[in-house]
């Protein structure tokens, strides 16, 4: 099974930028979908972006369209989201996960979470 880390989470005013990686360890990255996801304190965790297992298909969450691209990079294992024009409303802990089949909404393996916060 895969395991995931997230790194790149950081404190940023409103409006600028910031690139959250996660890593994957095993064999198996591209066997799967990948997606993130982000959670704020008494809320439930929200699906953020999605990427096919060779990337050629994405989706977003409606209020992170044109501002947010997720990318992978399979040679490395590892899945991006680029965050740009931050807003307040974008901060929480976002987490990465491994999706048998794109779309399906069945996740196999999470992260631990990256801390996200802007300011306004």
């Known amino acids: 099974q895969v395991q995931l880390v997230e790194s790149g989470g950081g404190f940023v005013e409103a409006g600028g930028s910031l690139r959250l990686s996660c890593a994957a360890s095993?064999?198996?990255?591209?066997?799967?979908?990948m997606g993130w996801f982000r959670q704020v304190p008494g809320k439930e965790r929200e699906f953020v972006a999605g990427?096919?297992?060779?990337?050629?298909?994405?989706n977003y969450e409606e209020s992170v369209k044109g501002r947010f691209s997720i990318s992978r990079d399979n040679a490395k294992n590892t899945v991006y989201l680029q965050m740009n024009s931050l807003k307040p409303e974008d901060t929480g802990v976002y987490y990465c996960?491994?999706?048998?089949?794109?779309?399906?909404?069945?996740?196999?393996?999470w992260g631990q979470g990256t801390q996200v916060s802007v300011s306004s």
């Open positions: 095993g064999r198996t990255f591209t066997s799967y979908a």
């Open positions: 996960a491994a999706e048998r089949i794109y779309g399906s909404g069945l996740y196999d393996a």
């Open positions: 990427i096919s297992r060779g990337g050629g298909s994405r």
